[in-house]
């Protein structure tokens, strides 16, 4: 079994042997395309934003009343004749199902999937008392026999091939099995778990949801295993999250409108069973199914009180931001998790598994969004993983030193600036001269770092270029501001050149206030909040949203951070709610701006049908949801746009991510390079300084004759007469 | 919907996840299915919990004259003989292709769980658009309970080896359902 690592050389090393397993990437990988693709089907003709705001807030509503409503589910289970139990920690579940065990001379157990057994690890407290129990969902019987968790939290056994499944199916039966024939491996299960099934003492299940108005249980299933639990055994224990509790059938046939269909692009499960008290059970000495409901609260009910993280309880483990999470993509569910896998693992793992268990684990988000967009009840994923990781920090009360300079240097723009431009000159032995990249890393970076070249800092940054060829314009359409961010500034300033440009030609008067500093990203990502919180507060009163009809974004992520993170980080300070409010009205991204307010036309552009490529950025198209205006503009400003393969998956810079998990950023970018190559584009174009650092870097690295750009620069390229 | 296209969108749905359906005009036409499906699959016997007693009598006939045998409840001996499952079903719905079955009868649980091959009929009335409309009826047999409520979509599956789809783990490897149309 995989132990969670507790530090990061620990981790580090476990991610590098979960990158060395091809056969593990090429199935996550066939499964996140074949996921989409059925995802839309499955979700074709139904409003899915208004059903995904409906269970969310159904669920917030119960989650504040989860002790009555508990107490409303066991009247009405209790008067169907079912024992209701609440344990307060996994040890007490767990303890209380062996007692039942013994209480009933139960010798045997069947049980079918529960994430929530899994939690309390409850089959080695069940073992250890000596009970044999049998999982008999085809997945977890797998992973039982093999004595491992599961890697998913649907597909439990996602990361074994059929060959590994064969070689220990014919083992555990003592006769051959054909290792390509995945039919008879499942007649294999259902041949050697059908005596479990007939002779078993007692059932376990979980539970989907627990109805209070009734009493009800609801599971869902494909195999029939659940079914044949809480059928043939005398007695059945539910092991039920006290999250699962909802007020009515109503809530319940919701959830499971969704839940299929998000985890698998299944219409509907094979088996939906509604159980409400004990039903008629010839096994049993009173001829009544034996039943008891045991609900876990393990920190649910103090968690449910906690204003940030208590919408994490939302979640109906549908296992989607798996699905989408690009680095689970590439190290599989043993590596990004520890009992609850993926962003919501780690998330939970902190609260029901301990910091030790999510000290390393939570640091591995790039912060795509990819799975807040795609979680059916609108929990905001990376946010609450930045959180927990804030709240590990704070606990342990020791930071990483990189923290506090961070902090210290952010807060203080002239000193970060003043650095920036030291670090300009003392780079000037690494430049690769007329080629903008550092010739080699410097030495701190080790060799994991060089699968991109690293641009070098600009000669001059932008704010020092914008003083000396500040264009103005008379009777201008517009006055916008732009933010340029740190990048932009300091790396690529010809970005925000190629702006000026557009902007001249469309008779736009734009400024570039110098009170401007960095957006604060950085500083979240670290869990700095404090620090990002003065840095908006800086940037607010530099931009002077009251100045300007636009304020523009040329770094989807400054943007996305900015129309996200400020109203959370300046929620405590009323005095800047007129600003920030005025702010928002005013940012846009650069192609917004150019197709829905200048509305630039195909005859002011070139027509050189250059072949290009495009990587939409995480923070445009999932942050600002913005996903048709770059498209569209490419098209406008003469350019021949060819669709690329997950042209809206991460490219794994995340930041300071590509710093901490290098060898994770280099596939998920190896990846995507391979698709950009294979549309035969000459240009890949996309909207964010930071992918263009990485997807560039990438393509220098590959020697590619595949150019990468900003769009401001390539549309700018194609204005006529500029 | 009207109800030929509830039908037809049930047929679609349920045809999606390799369900089995045709119509059928009668119940003689019901058992007659059964007792056809069971002899092409080799198998030697039917258990019909909830079929009324002229139906069983019938039914009882029909595999006397193939030699086949109808297992009559209690099924707690019968658990590994079950070949075909006949049984009704409450309601259908046409949204996911859905049968659902008031399960509270231990036998009828058996029957569908642990045959080869489920055989269910609804009348073309019983098929509703979707779980919402039934939300009514289900909550009052929650409400007098004890109560086991089934939705069946398909047969058993299961995708847990390398996401190969797989048809018939633990529970039936086949559902047909007949539906019942009035003439």
Redesign the interface.
Known sequence: MTQTAQDMKTYKSQVKAALGNRFLRKALDNFASAYKASRAKAFEGIDLDALKGQIAEGKDQALTQLERLFLEFKAGAEAASAIVHLAATAREANEIIAKIGRDNGVKTIVKSKSMTAEETHLNDHLEEAGFKVTETDLGEWIIQLRHEGPSHMVMPAIHLSRQQVGTLFSDVTKTPVDLEDIDRMVKVARKELRPAFLSADMGISGANMAIAETGTLGIISNEGNARLTTTLPRVHVALVGLEKLVPDLSAALRIIKVLPKNATGQALTSYVTWITGAVECAASPTGKKILHIVFLDNGRLELAQDPVFSEALRCIRCGACSNVCPVYGKVGGHTLGHVYIGAIGLILTYFYHGKDNARAIVRNCLNCQACKSVCPVNIDLPFLIKKVYGNILKDEGTKPAKNAVLSAVMKNRKLFHTMLRMASVLQKPLVKKDAGVLRHLPFLFGKAHDFRTLPALAEKPFRDLWLKIRPQIQNPRYRVALFGGCVVDFVSPEQALSLARLLVGHKVQMEYPLGQSCCGLPAMMMAEEQTAAEVAVQNLEALEPWSYDYILVLCASCGSHMKEGYSRLLAGKPEQAEKLRMFYKKLTDFSSFMVNVLKVNPKDFIRNRTKVAYHSPCHLCRGLNVTQEPRELLKTAGLNYAPCKDEDVCCGFGGSYSLEFPEISSEILRQKLDYVEATGADVLVTDCPGCVLQLRGGMNKRSSRIQVRHIAEIVADNLKNP | MEQNELIDCMKE?AG??QAVVSSVGCMEDVLRHAVDVTLVQGGKTIAAPGLGPENLQTLEELCKAEGLMVLRP?L?PH??EIHTALTGADWAIA????LVLDS???DL??AT??SETHIAWIPASRIVPD??TL?AW??D???S????????????????????L?I?????QELHILIMEET
């Open positions: 749905k999606l996840v209690p707690g658990l590994s949204e996911t292709g859905t509270n009868s231990e649980r058996i769980m642990l779980a919402v939300s289900l909550v047999k929650m409400k309970p004890p109560g086991y409520m089934s939705f069946i979509t398909g047969a058993s599956r299961t995708a847990d080896i390398e996401r190969v797989a018939g783990v633990h529970g039936p």
